[in-house]
């Protein structure tokens, strides 16, 4: 599959990202054109909301439960194609920088960009991924690598 062909399910999948809740489409295919046998470091910061919002409307949990719903399939989803966490816990706030807020930072690494792309594609991931969007108030993801 090429680029445009994997992006494009990216975004049928996820959306488009207008909402902050899922990468854009030159988000997408930037990650997609990198070096598909080098490794990629994710690094995830989250503000969670006190209760979630669901495009349905949802029914009123909190942020927290919303985000562990999508954790509990993510995290075995994310080791079963190779990723693992090399930090997962609170932000405790800026060291240089402006100062911002948010609740937790997870760094991800994956052994190589197709790792990265099982983990996006699982369809077991892309069923709970509506959680991580109804809970996260915002979010900030980095890409790193080679």
């Not at 669901?54 to 927290?64: L, R, V």
């Amino acid at each position: 599959m090429n680029v445009n062909e994997q992006t494009d399910n990216f975004l049928a999948w996820y959306g488009g990202g207008d909402n902050g809740s899922s990468p854009t489409a030159a988000q997408w295919s930037r990650l997609m054109q990198r070096p598909a046998d080098k490794p990629v470091t994710l690094v995830n910061l989250f503000k969670i909301r006190d209760v979630a919002e669901y495009e349905n409307g949802g029914d009123g949990i909190s942020g927290h439960e919303a985000f562990s719903s999508y954790s509990a399939v993510s995290i075995p989803t994310m080791e079963r194609v190779g990723g693992k966490f090399l930090y997962v816990g609170p932000f405790q706030g800026s060291f240089l920088g402006d100062d911002e807020q948010w609740d937790l930072v997870a760094i991800g690494a994956y052994p190589d960009l197709h790792a990265l792309v099982n983990l996006y594609s699982d369809e077991g991931y892309r069923s709970v991924f509506h959680h991580r969007a109804a809970a996260c108030e915002r979010q900030k993801v980095f890409v790193c690598g080679e």
